[in-house]
């Protein structure tokens, strides 16, 4: 091999020798974010493990509990044996539903307001009626409404009232016998009181089986992904480093030819 043939091979390897780093480094930093994926996709993984869902509590005639996704509707809705509950805002007003409000508006008295409902239900809309209207039979006009509307939309998503609770952006009050101290201030002897949702016996906190499953799944395929992947570079940085080191070699080989030809060059001309 010619001098100028040597070095131009040289340059050629050394060329290639610099693409071959830089292609492991390009793997490298790949695999350092796949770390971090994994690392992400875990801690998707373990907050699904730790998400419950809230679940309201009822029962029959007979006494048998059966447990539904928390609601508004659940909550506010009649229904015998069940404890009463409005939802409250940050301004303190009473969230009730589309129809409630419509036949509120809609009524001048309790008793008209009562009309509008079964019989059977007439204790659990009287309560609401005071709620809404303070202690006055007749429709009065108080100086700051003292209810909303809560969309039906709203009212029937276990995801609203879910998060609304958790993240405090409602509370909850519930329709109790008055102390015996406050009968003479309250009506019927029911009034409404804060209570925490956490501390209300008929709404339960339990693991949502169904979000773990679906991340179980989501976190094994993303999981299998990856190391797919990350075997590939493997693979690849394997292929590299062989192809470095044959590279290297040649390096070698050739730049001891060139030498030798070099100084046989300077023998000649001595």
């Known amino acids: 091999m010619g001098m100028t043939a040597g070095q131009a091979r040289l340059l050629s390897i ?23 994926s994994m690392s992400a996709i875990g801690d998707e993984y373990i907050e699904a493990l730790n998400k419950t869902q809230l679940k309201y509590s009822t029962y029959d005639s007979q006494g048998n509990v059966s447990y539904q996704k928390l609601t508004g509707a659940l909550l506010t809705e009649y229904s015998p044996l069940k404890n009463q ?3 409250v805002n940050a301004a303190g007003q009473a969230m009730v539903s589309e129809k409630d ?16 409902y079964d019989s059977d239900a007439k204790d659990w809309y009287t309560n609401l009626w005071y709620r809404m209207n303070g202690n006055d039979d007749s429709k009065s006009a108080p100086s700051q409404q003292s209810w909303t509307v809560l969309s039906d939309a709203d009212m029937n998503s276990s995801k609203w009232i879910q998060h609304a609770l958790q993240n ?20 019927d002897k029911i009034e409404w009181k804060a209570v925490s949702y956490t501390s209300a016996l008929d709404i339960v906190e339990e693991t949502d089986d169904s979000d773990i499953a679906k991340a179980e799944a989501e976190y094994n ?3 299998q992904q990856i190391q ?12 590299l ?30």
Do not use: C, M, P, W
């Not at 405090?168 to 009506?187: K, M, P, R, S």
């Open 85 to 87: 509950y409005v939802i």
């Open 14 to 36: 050394t060329q290639r020798l610099n693409d071959n780093e830089l292609k492991a480094q390009s793997i490298t930093r790949a695999k350092t974010r796949l770390s971090d």
């Open 101 to 116: 409000a419509s036949n509120f508006e809609n009524s001048s008295t309790l008793e008209e307001f009562l009309e509008k």
């Open 228 to 239: 797919a992947k990350d075997k590939e570079y493997d693979n690849e940085l394997k292929n």
């Open 168 to 187: 405090g952006y409602v509370t909850l009050e519930q329709a109790t016998y008055a102390e015996q101290d406050d009968i003479d201030n309250a009506v």
């Open 241 to 270: 480093d062989t192809e470095h080191s044959a590279l290297e070699t040649e390096y070698d080989s050739v730049k001891t030819t060139v030498e030798k030809n070099v100084e046989r060059s300077f023998k000649a001309f001595s």
């Open 221 to 223: 395929l993303a999981l």
